[in-house]
């Protein structure tokens, strides 16, 4: 892993359908570097129900952009050529590219066909509530406008354990697919929400099948020669067999590609239920710190009734930090989403201070909380206002032995001293009640030193005593990042761009 390796995931739900996404990418690579971003979480690449589909509605793994199918060639980013040429500025920028893979699912099929299947209790999917009998489902992919080209296999409905429609009545409902062992995935694979939770949306692809397993795994091998990445984002991992997750880390990691970078978004803030995951899966792949996040709401809504030292209570971070990737929002929480848990804007700076200041966990930025988010209610990017700051200080600040100061409910800090090189210390204070002082060590090598807040928050000059010490201050609500005085963010930025 990159020393203070940052990651930015580079969506969010409502960008416009204007196919640009990739060409913009492009001409922010270098941008990108210089923010200290390390890798580039990109939105799924691939065709999907429609054009204006933001990428998970998976129609076919294989087209990238490149076929005339459900009505368009580009997806909502772009075309595939356009898509590879962001990937390789970004290469040329030294980031890593880590693509977003959906398999739990497949939408939007050619054709119809008949089958048996149960109608099961959406409330305990193991429940059966009818015989089984015959309905109309769409689970037929032939995908006309790409035909044979990459890959020959074509799905129907023996490659699916579930759907949720019967064109025959239009009845909505969640059906298991019948047939010789078919069902959902054993219990112990698969989240145990809503009693097993295989199930989650559109056909549900059963990794049960050996084709559908070669295919993909097939498919996997296919996508990183052809586009060159780095890495994989495993969407709605909870709801696919854990086996064929291990599986295929172990494949593609096996192709002489031992580094190649795996996370997984196992939406829940169960510690023991993530930590029983990373065992089961040999601990091949990073996760998501789901609860950190939840942590980071619950805090943002609370105010001063929040215990700042409960931050990090039951998060991965805290109990695996090489294996946990923080992040304040994503797509997912963002307002008007499924998952919507957005941490409100008061406390996001100190969120975002928790993530990228900090020595555990690989922090993920959000390109709705540094751009914008877009859509019927718009919210402002907040890249000014205090992320270049922060971005600014890991990349300089963030380094060597970190001294907690979780001693108080609304006030909390640390300090990081530096290294040999980087001998830039800082110490971060903040508060979620009234301003704080707290007195702290930064280390002797700072005797004698001014520092003064980087985010200008406090205006005042703290000296640093000779062991090392000195009272730093906060604002009510808000963040302060003690460091050594003489370079103002504006100055530090304008010589960075030089």
Request: net charge negative; proline share 3%; glycine share 8%.
């Given at each position: 892993?990159?020393?203070?390796g940052l990651?930015m995931q580079?969506?969010e739900?409502?960008?416009?359908?204007d196919?640009?996404?990739?060409n913009?990418?492009?001409d922010d690579a270098?941008h990108l570097?210089?923010?200290g971003?390390t890798a580039?979480w990109?939105?799924?690449?691939?065709?999907?129900?429609?054009q204006?589909d933001?990428?998970?509605?998976?129609?076919?793994?294989?087209?990238?952009?490149e076929?005339?199918?459900?009505g368009t060639v580009?997806?909502k980013y772009?075309?595939?050529?356009?898509?590879?040429q962001?990937?390789k500025?970004?290469?040329?920028?030294?980031?890593?590219?880590?693509?977003?893979?959906?398999?739990?699912?497949?939408a939007g099929?050619?054709?119809?066909?008949?089958?048996m299947?149960?109608?099961?209790n959406p409330?305990?999917?193991?429940e059966?509530?009818?015989?089984?009998y015959?309905?109309?489902?769409w689970t037929?992919?032939?995908?006309?406008?790409?035909g044979?080209?990459?890959?020959?296999?074509?799905?129907?409905w023996?490659?699916f354990?579930?759907?949720d429609?019967?064109?025959?009545?239009?009845?909505?409902?969640?059906?298991?697919?019948?047939?010789?062992e078919?069902?959902?995935?054993?219990?112990?694979?698969?989240?145990?929400?809503?009693?097993n939770y295989d199930?989650l949306?559109?056909?549900?692809?059963?990794?049960?099948?050996?084709?559908?397993?070669?295919?993909?795994?097939n498919?996997?091998?296919?996508?990183?020669?052809?586009?060159?990445?780095?890495?994989?984002?495993?969407?709605?991992?909870?709801?696919?067999?854990?086996?064929f997750?291990?599986?295929?880390?172990?494949s593609?990691?096996?192709?002489?590609?031992?580094?190649f970078f795996v996370?997984?978004?196992y939406w829940k803030?169960?510690?023991?239920?993530?930590?029983?995951?990373l065992?089961?899966t040999?601990?091949?792949?990073d996760?998501?710190?789901?609860?950190?996040?939840?942590n980071?709401?619950t805090?943002s809504?609370?105010?001063?009734?929040y215990?700042?030292?409960?931050?990090?209570?039951?998060?991965?971070v805290?109990?695996?930090?090489?294996?946990?990737?923080?992040?304040?929002d994503?797509?997912?929480?963002?307002?008007?989403q499924?998952?919507?848990?957005?941490?409100?804007?008061w406390?996001?700076?100190?969120?975002?201070s928790f993530i990228?200041?900090?020595?555990?966990?690989?922090p993920c930025?959000?390109?709705?909380?540094?751009?914008?988010?877009?859509?019927?209610?718009?919210?402002?990017g907040?890249?000014?206002?205090y992320?270049?700051?922060?971005?600014?200080?890991?990349?300089?600040h963030a380094?060597?032995?970190?001294n907690?100061y979780?001693?108080?409910?609304n006030?909390?800090?640390?300090?990081?001293?530096?290294?040999?090189?980087?001998?830039?210390?800082?110490?971060v204070?903040?508060s979620?009640?009234d301003?704080?002082?707290?007195?702290?060590?930064v280390?002797?090598?700072y005797?004698?030193?001014?520092?003064a807040?980087y985010?200008?928050?406090?205006?005042?000059?703290?000296?640093?005593?000779?062991?090392?010490?000195?009272?730093f201050?906060?604002?009510g609500?808000?963040?302060?990042?003690?460091v050594?005085?003489?370079?103002?963010?504006?100055?530090a930025?304008?010589?960075?761009?030089e």
């Amino acid at each position: 892993m990159v020393e203070n390796g940052l990651m930015m995931q580079y969506f969010e739900w409502d960008l416009p359908n204007d196919g640009q996404l990739w060409n913009n990418l492009k001409d922010d690579a270098k941008h990108l570097k210089e923010l200290g971003v390390t890798a580039v979480w990109l939105p799924p690449a691939y065709k999907g129900t429609s054009q204006d589909d933001v990428g998970y509605g998976i129609y076919d793994l294989f087209d990238l952009g490149e076929f005339d199918q459900k009505g368009t060639v580009r997806t909502k980013y772009g075309t595939k050529e356009e898509y590879i040429q962001a990937i390789k500025a970004l290469h040329e920028q030294g980031l890593s590219v880590y693509a977003d893979v959906v398999l739990n699912h497949k939408a939007g099929a050619d054709a119809k066909e008949r089958f048996m299947a149960y109608e099961v209790n959406p409330d305990n999917r193991q429940e059966k509530l009818t015989e089984p009998y015959e309905i109309e489902g769409w689970t037929r992919f032939n995908f006309e406008g790409r035909g044979d080209t990459y890959s020959k296999f074509k799905w129907n409905w023996r490659h699916f354990s579930g759907t949720d429609f019967n064109a025959e009545n239009d009845k909505e409902a969640i059906y298991m697919i019948q047939g010789l062992e078919k069902g959902w995935s054993d219990d112990e694979t698969v989240d145990n929400e809503y009693g097993n939770y295989d199930y989650l949306m559109f056909a549900d692809i059963d990794y049960e099948n050996e084709e559908v397993v070669q295919e993909v795994l097939n498919w996997a091998d296919w996508y990183i020669e052809e586009t060159g990445v780095d890495g994989f984002r495993l969407d709605a991992i909870k709801h696919i067999n854990y086996h064929f997750v291990k599986n295929l880390v172990k494949s593609v990691r096996e192709k002489d590609r031992p580094d190649f970078f795996v996370v997984g978004e196992y939406w829940k803030s169960d510690y023991e239920t993530i930590a029983d995951y990373l065992e089961e899966t040999d601990f091949s792949l990073d996760l998501f710190d789901v609860s950190l996040h939840y942590n980071f709401h619950t805090a943002s809504q609370q105010g001063s009734a929040y215990d700042l030292r409960e931050l990090f209570t039951d998060t991965l971070v805290s109990k695996n930090p090489t294996h946990s990737v923080t992040f304040v929002d994503n797509h997912d929480s963002q307002p008007g989403q499924s998952l919507e848990s957005f941490v409100d804007a008061w406390f996001k700076p100190l969120a975002y201070s928790f993530i990228l200041l900090r020595a555990e966990g690989f922090p993920c930025l959000f390109y709705g909380d540094y751009y914008g988010i877009q859509g019927e209610n718009p919210i402002e990017g907040q890249a000014d206002n205090y992320l270049d700051a922060l971005l600014y200080l890991r990349c300089n600040h963030a380094y060597g032995p970190q001294n907690d100061y979780f001693d108080h409910a609304n006030c909390v800090g640390w300090t990081r001293e530096g290294d040999a090189q980087h001998p830039y210390g800082m110490a971060v204070l903040m508060s979620n009640g009234d301003e704080g002082e707290k007195l702290m060590h930064v280390g002797s090598q700072y005797a004698g030193t001014t520092f003064a807040d980087y985010t200008g928050n406090r205006e005042e000059k703290i000296t640093i005593d000779e062991e090392g010490n000195a009272t730093f201050l906060v604002n009510g609500g808000s963040v302060s990042v003690w460091v050594q005085d003489g370079i103002t963010p504006e100055e530090a930025f304008h010589e960075k761009d030089e």
